[in-house]
């Protein structure tokens, strides 16, 4: 008996083994060597991959050549018409658009300058739009000037990035030759901003000033704080700048302070306050005259150069004024830049509209 039980173990051994021999075959069948799926694959997809970043390359290179070709600065609206009757050229700033963002919060705070060329004595600038990078002016602007004299003068819109504490950046400009304009209809266009020029004027140097004013007490205060880059007076290449403040009232001389001496120095710090007894109902109508002086001990003192805020003033010095008018019993600071005593009087002469 234990002899057949033996044989059968050894039949159902072989029979297993057998079977177990078939399946690993069909298995093995069914797939490729690993080397011949890796060899094709990799052929593939390297071809492939390398296709893809060839056609990036040519996609990145042509994007940075559109870019290098040209360079956003955005777009203006504009209009201009002439009246021969009263002999006026009237410029329409209306709006702007796609402008660069000049500041780090990526934004501008834009503002738009109109003056001719070669004449810049005369010039305007919109109000600011602050952070906005598709600002909306429609300001209107109006220079008298004969038909015949037209043809010789360019005008230019010049956007510009308002900045309280420093310089302001030129966005863009657009210059339009009078001869190339046929005035004898108004003209309505959007012109692409090119890349500006700052203007060629000499460089008088900087004052900050704060200014506050207390409606129910009637108190103006005005703090005369430092300047900076001041034009050298002395033949050693220094000045010895102060500060003088004159207050008008529609033209009429009210008072005036001067600050101490500053010796041998451009960027003289003063940080010196004078206060005015201004009614609220007279604040409006006021004038402030700061005129930088280079002390002379032995002659008269020499102007560096002259600031003009508040009623009929344009441009930093009206948006000065008027911002204090908006924050009552608060000091607002601001930069200005220094104009020619003679050029500021000269304004001072002519009636405000």
């Known amino acids: 008996m234990w002899a057949i039980g033996a044989i059968v173990v050894v039949v159902l051994a072989l029979v297993a083994c057998l079977g177990f021999c078939i399946w690993k075959k069909c298995i093995n069948k069914g797939k490729k060597p690993k080397k011949a799926r890796e060899r094709k694959g990799g052929r593939g997809r390297r071809k492939k991959e390398g296709a893809g970043e060839g056609e990036e390359g040519k996609e990145g290179e042509g994007k940075e050549g559109e870019e290098e070709e040209k360079e956003n600065f955005g ?3 504009f209009t201009l018409d002439y009246n021969f009757t009263d002999n006026q050229l009237i410029v329409g700033i209306l709006q702007a658009e796609n402008l660069p963002a000049m500041d780090m919060g990526g ?20 109000k ?72 060629e004027v000499e460089k008088l140097g900087d004052i900050c000033i704060s200014l506050r004013y207390v409606p129910t007490a009637g108190k103006l205060t005005i703090n005369i704080m430092e300047a900076k880059h001041l034009k050298a007076m002395d033949c050693g290449g220094l000045s010895d700048p102060f ?19 500053k010796q041998n120095t451009l960027n003289p710090y003063f940080n010196e306050s004078f206060s005015f007894e201004i009614p609220f109902g007279q604040i409006q109508k006021v004038q402030v005259l700061i005129t930088v002086y280079d002390y002379d001990k ?12 508040g009623f009929g003033a344009s441009g930093v010095g009206l948006r000065h004024w008027s ?31």
Request: proline letters at 6%.
């Open 75 to 77: 777009k203006l609206e």
């Open 107 to 126: 934004t501008s705070d834009p503002y738009v300058k109109v003056y001719m060329l070669p004449d810049k004595k005369k010039k305007f600038e919109t």
């Open 128 to 199: 600011v739009q602050r952070k906005n990078l598709c600002p909306v002016f429609n300001e209107t602007f109006i220079f008298k000037i004969p038909y015949q004299e037209l043809g010789g003068q360019t005008l230019v819109l010049q956007v510009f990035d308002f900045d309280r504490f420093g310089k302001h950046d030129v966005i863009g400009q657009i210059s339009i030759p009078m001869n190339s304009v046929d005035l004898a209809q108004p003209l309505h266009e959007w012109r692409d901003l090119v890349g500006g020029e700052k203007e």
């Open 243 to 261: 500060v003088k403040v004159v207050l008008q009232h529609q033209g009429k001389r009210l008072k005036k302070k001067k600050t101490t001496v």
């Open 298 to 309: 032995l002659g008269s003192n020499d102007a560096i150069g002259k600031v003009w805020i």
């Open 323 to 353: 911002d204090m008018l908006a924050n009552p019993r608060r000091p607002v600071a601001q930069w200005h830049a220094l104009c020619p005593e003679e050029e500021v009087d000269e304004a001072l002469k002519k009636p405000i509209r």
